[in-house]
């Protein structure tokens, strides 16, 4: 069988985006356009010659425009095969022409939620006549092209050029595809926000739309395929940042430019963020990027080399200056000035992105993570503990200092890899342990890292004498908070819940440390 010319195209899209010249083409190949309301009205002001819908079918639009294209002739048009004799006879008897092609893109439904408007406008922008046509084109396609879009126009323009009017199975095929895609990603925004409304944080079914933004070279490692996906979600980060500068982003980069900016998000105060595979190796905040960036580079200038420096403030060329004497792969800041921009370009491999903003470390949203055979959903860890929220175990109260590092140490906590540590002084780390199946493990090797940081810098100790440590969960034996002690910690804060917290306690009186519980505990696997 021949493949399909287009003759007949029905066209109704909200975004009109490279319309009249598409529609210009279609017309100089002798397409006859049906269109509807604003569609057709932009196509008429072009000069382009158009039947309105209701005129072919001999029915109005209706119900404020919710009834125009949900007729026969239009679905029957599309829905025919070719070549069926029992399909030709019926389009026949009841005066049914052929439709070659649909146009469609559906009502802005998720830009009209994300710009927060009334219940009853977002329920108007629900869209019914397209996602019908949409799959009845996307049904029948072999018959029939279906567009859903701007993009994909210039590459049916020169599918047509290139069969004399007609479109391949192949193209018809993949146009097809992605728009299902398309109205899928509709109706799980559609039924997202709907579940949303009433509260049903766990509805019996849940649907992810997203939508392509780039092929990554690869993925974790250069066997994997990789790509990077837009939620439509209107939260500040790596997948929507600008990048100024610099080569292509890798996997590894986004997910650890992401793990980096979500950690600095957590400080009112000027922060800075050094990470190395999605583990933080030194952050710091202060008055200042510059001194703030230095505090964090300190903790651990040598885990740095090669990693992402995440800043919640607008990088300044001071700043700049002292990160470009570091080889870095990605620098993420919500600004960038004049300054910092010109060093920086210096740096030909250096990735620059622009956020614009900060994401809400305490939205209530949720993060989906595959499982063979399943998905784990779950709230973000948006959970934080301020003064009010710990409670004083041991017989020595912590100081102010002690309290404002140990608050801080314990919100970074949250973003480090479980067995979690973290050594603080001064509103910067000293010491981090990671991803440990020990956490008297993770407690030595912060430890030893300070010292190895200390010998670098030619000091007498490392930072973490007179410091305060922090861990993601409880100490299940005194052991992990012993080797604390013997790193010259003189406070701590954990969860506590432990069966041996008892244990501990006397151990932490015992070292003369001040100790207080949290009742949150911040494992991140």
Same mark, same amino acid.
């Given at each position: 069988?021949?493949?399909?010319?287009?003759? #007949?195209?029905?066209?109704?899209?909200?975004?009109?985006?490279?319309?009249?010249?598409?529609?210009?083409?279609?017309?100089?190949?002798?397409?006859?356009?049906?269109?509807?309301?604003?569609?057709?009205?932009?196509?008429?002001?072009?000069?382009?010659?158009?039947?309105?819908?209701?005129?072919?079918?001999?029915?109005?639009?209706?119900? *404020?425009?919710?009834?125009?294209?949900?007729?026969?002739?239009?679905?029957?048009?599309?829905?025919?095969?070719? %070549? &069926?004799?029992?399909?030709?006879?019926?389009?026949?008897?009841?005066?049914?022409?052929?439709?070659?092609?649909?146009?469609?893109?559906?009502?802005?439904?998720?830009?009209?939620?994300?710009?927060?408007?009334?219940?009853?406008?977002?329920?108007?922008?629900? *869209?019914?006549?397209?996602?019908?046509?949409?799959?009845?084109?996307?049904? &029948?396609?072999?018959?029939?092209?279906?567009?859903?879009?701007?993009?994909?126009?210039?590459?049916?323009?020169?599918?047509?050029?290139?069969?004399?009017?007609?479109?391949?199975? #192949?193209?018809?095929?993949?146009?097809?595809?992605?728009?299902?895609?398309?109205?899928?990603?509709?109706?799980?925004?559609?039924?997202?926000?709907?579940?949303?409304?009433?509260? *049903?944080?766990?509805?019996?079914?849940?649907?992810? %739309?997203?939508?392509?933004?780039?092929?990554?070279?690869?993925?974790?490692?250069?066997?994997?395929?990789?790509?990077?996906?837009?939620?439509?979600?209107?939260?500040?980060?790596?997948?929507?940042?600008?990048?100024?500068? %610099?080569?292509?982003?890798?996997?590894?980069?986004?997910?650890?430019?992401?793990?980096?900016?979500?950690?600095?998000?957590?400080?009112?105060?000027?922060?800075?963020?050094?990470?190395?595979?999605?583990?933080?190796?030194?952050?710091?905040?202060?008055?200042?990027?510059?001194?703030?960036?230095?505090?964090?580079?300190?903790?651990?200038?040598?885990?740095?080399?090669?990693?992402?420096?995440?800043? &919640?403030?607008?990088? *300044?060329?001071?700043?700049?200056?002292?990160?470009?004497?570091?080889?870095?792969?990605?620098?993420?800041?919500?600004?960038?000035?004049?300054?910092?921009?010109?060093?920086?370009?210096?740096?030909? &491999?250096?990735?620059?992105?622009?956020?614009?903003?900060?994401?809400?470390?305490?939205?209530?949203?949720?993060?989906?993570?595959?499982?063979?055979?399943?998905?784990?959903?779950?709230? #973000?860890?948006?959970?934080?503990?301020?003064?009010?929220?710990?409670?004083?175990?041991?017989?020595?109260?912590?100081?102010?200092?002690?309290?404002?590092?140990?608050?801080?140490?314990?919100?970074?906590?949250?973003?480090?890899?479980?067995?979690?540590?973290?050594?603080?002084?001064?509103?910067?780390?000293?010491?981090?342990?990671?991803?440990?199946?020990?956490?008297?493990?993770?407690?030595?090797?912060?430890?030893?890292?300070?010292?190895?940081?200390?010998?670098?810098?030619?000091?007498?100790?490392?930072?973490?004498?007179?410091?305060?440590?922090?861990?993601?969960?409880?100490?299940?034996?005194?052991?992990?908070?012993?080797?604390?002690?013997?790193?010259?910690?003189?406070?701590?804060?954990?969860?506590?819940?432990?069966?041996?917290?008892?244990?501990?306690?006397?151990?932490?009186?015992?070292?003369?440390?001040?100790?207080?519980?949290?009742?949150? #505990?911040?494992?991140?696997?």
């Amino acid at each position: 069988m021949a493949e399909p010319v287009i003759r #007949r195209a029905l066209i109704s899209v909200s975004d009109k985006t490279g319309l009249i010249d598409f529609a210009r083409t279609l017309v100089a190949r002798n397409v006859q356009l049906l269109s509807t309301g604003g569609s057709a009205k932009a196509l008429r002001d072009a000069g382009l010659p158009v039947t309105e819908v209701s005129d072919h079918t001999g029915f109005p639009e209706m119900l *404020d425009g919710r009834v125009k294209t949900l007729h026969p002739k239009i679905h029957g048009g599309i829905l025919g095969i070719r %070549g &069926n004799p029992q399909h030709e006879r019926a389009m026949e008897e009841h005066g049914i022409a052929p439709i070659d092609l649909v146009v469609v893109n559906l009502y802005p439904f998720e830009s009209t939620v994300a710009k927060g408007a009334a219940f009853e406008d977002c329920i108007e922008n629900i *869209d019914i006549g397209g996602p019908a046509l949409i799959r009845a084109a996307s049904k &029948n396609h072999d018959h029939v092209a279906v567009v859903v879009d701007p993009e994909d126009y210039p590459v049916l323009v020169d599918e047509l050029e290139a069969n004399d009017g007609a479109t391949t199975k #192949r193209l018809r095929l993949k146009l097809a595809a992605t728009a299902l895609a398309r109205t899928g990603a509709y109706d799980a925004a559609i039924s997202g926000w709907l579940a949303g409304q009433i509260g *049903d944080v766990f509805p019996r079914r849940i649907a992810v %739309g997203a939508e392509l933004k780039q092929m990554l070279r690869y993925g974790e490692n250069p066997h994997q395929q990789a790509a990077l996906y837009l939620s439509g979600k209107e939260r500040p980060g790596v997948a929507t940042a600008r990048q100024l500068q %610099g080569k292509e982003l890798s996997f590894n980069n986004i997910n650890d430019t992401d793990a980096a900016f979500e950690l600095v998000a957590e400080f009112d105060q000027p922060a800075v963020a050094i990470i190395k595979h999605a583990n933080p190796c030194g952050v710091a905040v202060g008055i200042d990027t510059k001194a703030t960036y230095l505090k964090a580079l300190s903790c651990d200038p040598v885990s740095a080399f090669g990693g992402i420096i995440a800043l &919640n403030r607008p990088l *300044d060329g001071a700043t700049a200056e002292e990160i470009a004497k570091l080889f870095t792969e990605v620098v993420i800041a919500p600004e960038a000035d004049e300054a910092a921009r010109s060093i920086f370009a210096t740096k030909k &491999n250096l990735r620059l992105l622009i956020t614009g903003g900060l994401p809400d470390a305490e939205e209530q949203s949720m993060t989906l993570r595959s499982i063979a055979g399943g998905y784990l959903l779950q709230g #973000r860890d948006s959970g934080r503990v301020g003064p009010a929220q710990l409670k004083v175990v041991s017989k020595r109260q912590p100081t102010q200092q002690e309290l404002a590092d140990l608050l801080f140490a314990f919100r970074i906590c949250k973003h480090v890899k479980s067995n979690a540590i973290v050594y603080a002084k001064g509103g910067a780390t000293v010491g981090i342990g990671a991803g440990q199946m020990s956490r008297v493990d993770s407690s030595r090797i912060a430890a030893w890292k300070s010292r190895e940081a200390a010998d670098a810098a030619g000091l007498a100790q490392p930072a973490t004498v007179g410091s305060v440590v922090a861990s993601d969960a409880f100490f299940p034996f005194p052991d992990g908070l012993l080797a604390a002690a013997e790193a010259g910690a003189t406070a701590v804060i954990q969860p506590g819940g432990s069966v041996r917290d008892a244990e501990v306690i006397a151990a932490a009186d015992d070292k003369g440390l001040a100790m207080v519980f949290t009742g949150m #505990r911040h494992f991140r696997h």
